[in-house]
């Protein structure tokens, strides 16, 4: 008799995220029952990344915290970005910064863009400075 060697279970933390070039093509095969523009933006901002070469992933901690892009370039984290459209509601703004700052801890990146609707502005937090950027100027811009 051969000895099979016991199947490999692989357990993914967290899922991988989709995005799609053609959000027309989303937006045409895709059943939905209202407009999700937060989720279009950060399809946008994700396909712009990848236009630009960048390596992209997310961050989520166990108390299911999120970041919705950690960019990379070779071994170094260099940039930290969440996509939140609209910052009026405190309690979604208090929960994106958050987010942002604890990811900002613990992959010791310094580099943080929050790419809204229409905010521009530059804030510091727990000695920590926060860019927000409205989308269209975001994607006008080669860098930051």
């Known amino acids: 008799m051969i000895a099979r060697p016991d199947p490999v279970v692989i357990h993914f933390q967290h899922p991988l995220k989709l995005y799609c ?3 027309g093509l989303v ?6 029952f ?5 989720r279009l933006y950060e ?11 960048k390596e992209i992933y997310y961050w989520k901690d166990k108390q299911q915290r999120e970041v919705d892009f950690v960019v990379k370039e070779r071994i170094k984290i260099t940039q930290l970005v969440q996509v939140c459209l609209n910052l009026e509601d405190e ?12 990811a900002s801890k613990e ?5 943080l ?12 937090i727990k000695g920590t400075q926060i860019i927000y950027k409205p989308l269209w100027k975001w994607l006008l811009t080669d860098t930051e």
């Open 21 to 23: 070039v053609d959000t």
């Open 34 to 38: 209202s407009e999700d523009l937060g």
């Open 113 to 124: 863009l929050i790419i809204t609707q229409n905010e521009e502005e530059k804030e510091e």
């Open 43 to 53: 399809n946008i901002v994700a396909v712009e990344l990848k236009r630009r070469g």
């Open 27 to 32: 937006n045409a095969c895709g059943f939905k």
């Open 91 to 102: 309690r979604m703004a208090k929960r994106e910064i958050q987010a942002l700052l604890e």
């Open 107 to 111: 992959l010791n990146c310094k580099n």
